[in-house]
């Protein structure tokens, strides 16, 4: 526990001295504060439920192909590219540690980002009565939404050296994960009926918006979505893991 608290607490140490992560919380705030207060008013004139304009989390979790990519692409890109991760992995700590640690700092950096956003919420109770079950099934989705997606992006950022190139897989896998509906509608128009309700089902349950939008997005917590995103997340360490001992057996 404590090498994993040791590179975390490095990592989240650099995400608050990084520009980069400043850029990008700034600019997210800012769009969804002027989205915001721009639905917000819209929502008054109109008499609609508060709830109506509770969208921070939902479009949070749609940029995430763009967000995930770019708080990911350093984390281990950057110790390839400078050769800091050879000395690394010179130290008393396991590859596993050593993952687990960047991923918690980047996560714990995103959750941050998140609760930033609560307030919109705080700002709806003074309007309104929206339905708190709902929020919180909300922005429990969204984390897990946002871990997952950081956890696959993290993949990438072990295998290249190349930050860019890191962060453009990252954003297509992610995008491909979005997108399984789509695969899944494509699937179901197969002429074998029972081949394309099978391969339809399948493709579904592997995107993230299945797990989200017609559950945790609406307040309802399942348990088989939590498990979902929690068996992502431990299997994206796992193949990060794998790639980073591969690195320190070449070296």
Known sequence: ????????????????????????????????????SNALTTANQQQQPADAVNFVPNLLTFLMFLVAPLLTMRLIAEENREGTLEVLMTMPIRESQFIIGKFLAV??????????????????????IPDSGRVFGMYFGAWLYGGAALAVTLIWSAVFEDQIVSAFFGAATILVLYLADVAASWASSLPDATLSASLS?????????????????????????VLYFVFLIIGALFITTRIVEVRRWRS
């Open 201 to 225: 089902g399948l493709i579904r349950e592997l995107g993230l918006q299945a797990h989200y939008e017609a559950t945790l997005l609406q307040g309802i917590v399942r348990a088989e979505d």
């Open 107 to 128: 996560w714990a950096f995103y959750t941050i980002l998140l609760l930033l956003t609560v307030i919109y919420h705080v700002i709806l109770t003074t309007v309104g």
């Open 1 to 36: 526990m404590r090498q994993i608290f040791a590179v975390f607490k490095r990592e989240l140490g650099l995400y608050f001295r990084s520009p980069i992560a400043y850029a990008i919380s700034f600019a997210l705030l800012l769009f969804f504060g002027l989205l915001f």
